[in-house]
T-cell receptor, first 113, second 111 residues
């Protein structure tokens, strides 16, 4: 069974641009969560989607948004990029939702110049 | 606010020794705790979990201990191997059902 797949693996953007990251969960998993990982702040919860609905949201500005499609694939979007948005963005899926037994992808490393 | 912290940022052990990684949590209402392992270039990998109604849970070469009195969590790795070298994170689910991660401990296994 394939694991969680995130694309692209690396991304370089400049300030003010927007970016879209993609995540394909493990087959059969209906929940997708997104996390931001930085050396300074560690792993921080962004949001969770379950059956195309946002079920939970972390403390990030409205520039961070996401969505989930009917096939459970998810995208997250960051608009008006700032230097501080440089981070590893991790997607995790779970079978029934919530934050138990998450399976993480390898992440998208975003660099904002 | 809620927070989960680690006592030691780096732990160096000899191959074959046992490792103990510690974690403190602040939210006494948390009822689920998880340990993750993150190798370089990869996402966190689930190791073991424990619910607040348990004090101890064992897996393959790993044991998690939960002390609710002092809000302390530990991960014990038996017969540590070079492949165990990674960053280890503890995490808790708080009342908001958001996973809160600790800052991580780097485990370095010396041959």
């Amino acid at each position: 069974k394939a694991g969680v797949t995130q694309t692209p693996r690396y991304l370089i953007k400049t300030r003010g641009q927007q970016v879209t990251l993609s995540c394909s969960p493990i087959s059969g998993h209906r929940s997708v969560s997104w996390y931001q990982q930085t050396p300074g702040q560690g792993l921080q919860f962004l949001f969770e989607y379950f059956s195309e609905t946002q079920r939970n949201k972390g403390n990030f500005p409205g520039r961070f948004s996401g969505r989930q499609f009917s096939n459970s694939r998810s995208e997250m979007n960051v608009s008006t990029l700032e230097l501080g948005d440089s981070a590893l963005y991790l997607c995790a899926s779970s079978l029934e939702g919530g934050q138990e037994k998450l399976f993480f992808g390898s992440g998208t490393q975003l660099s904002v110049l | 606010g809620e927070s989960v912290g680690l006592h030691l940022p780096t732990l160096s052990v000899q191959e074959g020794d046992n490792s103990i990684i510690n974690c403190a949590y602040s939210n006494s209402a948390s009822d689920y705790f998880i340990w993750y392992k993150q190798e370089s270039g990869k996402g966190p990998q689930f190791i073991i979990d424990i619910r607040s109604n348990m004090d101890k849970r064992q897996g393959q070469r790993v044991t998690v201990l939960l002390n609710k009195t002092v809000k302390h969590l530990s991960l014990q790795i038996a017969a540590t191997q070079p492949g165990d070298s990674a960053v280890y994170f503890c995490a808790e689910t708080g009342a908001t059902n958001k996973l809160i991660f600790g800052t991580g401990t780097l485990l370095a296994v010396q041959p």
